[in-house]
């Protein structure tokens, strides 16, 4: 059974509008070539797509106008993947999450209701515990009879006191309603919320493919480097000539979009691109200023697509109340709607840089300060009440004592309950380290990147040299299909059709040359 492609490929020759090659694809979806012409080939078996073929043998491909649409009526394992993907597993995860978040309380419900009840039934009359004291056979409750006074009693025993340390009904526990729920934010604080840096490869290549684009499709390592993740930190020793013999921290990239390294006259390296240089759209490469890429990263945030029309963003404005007045024209929108955004994502800003790729950096967790605190108070005082619970059902172990009913039943379970205690607090104390860590090693590949982008910026030296040679290497971009002069096969006509547009052709290019003869 064939792979379905994921959907950001999907979504990508969606958005394409009309026909698509391999290259086209690798830049706006960030995969390789290989993984591109694989996905056209599925797509186009899938949804009955048309397949054209260029005379110097490039494919072509067309699709229909709503692939996904089309992919839901041909295909029943793409149905499946769909309903799982957007009605199932997002339910579900959220219920887990929750889930998560109810067996805290209800772990935190069975130790101190069990606490409660066990020093309450161990207060017997004075004439029982008079016997047993006789018989030796007294089990002191808790850590009274060991250790002193239990240190939990101010969680059960109030005899003097009515108000708690926290209140649900307090007013200033009122939060925002995007805010994430208590129980979701208990999960979120013992396993994180995924990893930020989950798209950095869609986001390297992509970058990368506009960017070598936009140079011609030859570019040389140190325009590559800001892209990677092993490129050494450059020299900065005020020397001019800076010569780097081990090149070979491009070669994933160069891999992946089917570079070809190609030596200069000066003994430079140059790695040219020709695959990246084929497109079927008549547009040239965008190069996007500061403004548009503020503007996308803001309907980004927003919920929204990058082009998304005037009216979308205003009626999101004034379905969350909030005033348009005054906004004229577009950007004044944009405007509006990062104001009322929240700012915590703001050091997001340099990731939309698209001259260096920047890794996002971990965070503990993505709810409020107060739920996290909440959250890990709670963890600490389950396990501590879990401690002193087995201390007490140890006692009642040492003598071989089965308690009844519910008590039984919390009994049984009981290392269960502190495993999970145990585990509460040590995941998340565990994955603080870990993430310390690797944002310690994120941040260094992120202050290499941004060198080598400064480097370039000098362009001073040997880097200026290599640039200029890859400049002349450099080509402009070839447009696949244009007026169908070059197509040698189309799956969607007639070999008779291609043949007569071919002889049209053929003809004005004769009557032009016949034009520049007779004004010779």
Do not use: H
Not at 170 to 191: A, H, K, N
Not at 239 to 263: K, M, N, W
Not at 360 to 378: C, D, H, P, V
């Amino acid at each position: 059974m064939e792979k379905i492609p994921p959907k950001k490929v999907i979504d990508a020759i969606d958005k394409s509008k009309g026909p698509v090659v391999a290259s086209d694809l690798a830049t706006s979806a960030g995969i390789s070539l290989t993984q591109a012409r694989k996905d056209l080939t599925t797509l186009a078996s899938l949804t009955r797509g048309d397949i054209a073929v260029s005379s110097d043998g490039d494919l072509i491909y067309t699709f229909p106008s709503d692939v996904n649409s089309v992919l839901s009526s041909n295909s029943a394992k793409f149905r499946a993947m769909t309903t799982w993907k957007e009605k199932i597993l997002p339910p579900l995860f959220y219920a887990t999450k929750v889930g998560f978040g109810v067996v805290l309380l209800v772990s935190l419900f069975a130790i101190f209701s069990s606490i409660f009840f066990i020093m309450t039934s161990g207060g017997g009359n004075r004439d029982d515990d008079r016997r047993d004291d006789r018989r030796g056979g007294g089990m002191p409750m808790g850590f009274g009879g060991f250790f002193g006074p239990s240190p939990f009693d101010f969680f059960y025993y109030r005899p003097y006191y009515s108000r708690y340390y926290y209140s649900p009904t307090d007013s200033r526990s009122r939060r925002d309603p995007e805010e994430m729920g208590f129980l979701e934010s208990v999960f979120s604080y013992v396993f994180g919320d995924g990893d930020p840096n989950g798209d950095v490869e869609e986001r390297r290549l992509a970058l990368v493919g506009e960017m070598i684009r936009q140079n011609g499709g030859a570019v040389t390592a140190e325009q590559l480097a800001p892209f990677c993740d092993d490129a050494p930190m450059p020299l900065d020793n005020g020397e001019e000539e800076r010569a780097y013999v081990d090149e070979s921290f491009v070669l994933p990239i160069v891999t992946q979009l089917d570079g070809e390294p190609q030596v200069t006259d000066e003994g430079d390296i140059v790695y040219v691109f020709p695959e990246l240089m084929k497109t079927s759209t008549s547009k040239s490469v965008p190069n996007r200023s500061s403004e548009e890429r503020r503007e996308s990263r803001i309907l980004r945030l927003a919920g929204l697509d990058e082009d998304a029309p005037t009216e979308v963003i205003k009626r999101l404005l004034m379905m969350n109340g909030i005033s348009t007045r005054g906004a004229l024209e577009r950007g004044d929108l944009v405007d509006i709607l990062e104001e009322v955004l929240p700012d915590d994502n703001s050091s997001d800003v340099d990731v939309d840089d698209p001259t260096l790729l920047t890794e996002r950096e971990y965070k503990f967790s993505l709810a409020s300060s107060i739920q996290t605190i909440l959250a890990g108070g709670l963890g600490v005082v389950n396990l501590g009440g879990a401690l002193y619970l087995g201390n007490l059902l140890g006692q009642y172990a040492l003598y071989g004592v089965r308690l009844p009913s519910y008590m039984g039943l919390v009994q049984q379970f009981f290392p269960l309950l502190l495993a999970y205690a145990v585990l509460f607090n040590a995941i998340p104390l565990v994955r603080n380290i870990w993430l310390s860590r690797q944002n310690v090693k994120i941040q260094q590949r992120n202050e290499v990147r941004r060198s080598w982008k400064s480097l370039l910026e000098q362009k001073a030296g040997s880097v200026k040299r290599k640039m200029m040679a890859a400049a002349r290497m450099g080509k402009k971009l070839k447009q696949l299909g244009a007026g169908g002069r070059d197509i040698v096969f189309d799956t969607s006509k007639d070999f008779a059709e291609i043949e007569t547009v071919k002889e049209k052709d053929e003809m004005k290019e004769f009557d032009k040359l016949l034009e520049e003869k007779a004004w010779e």
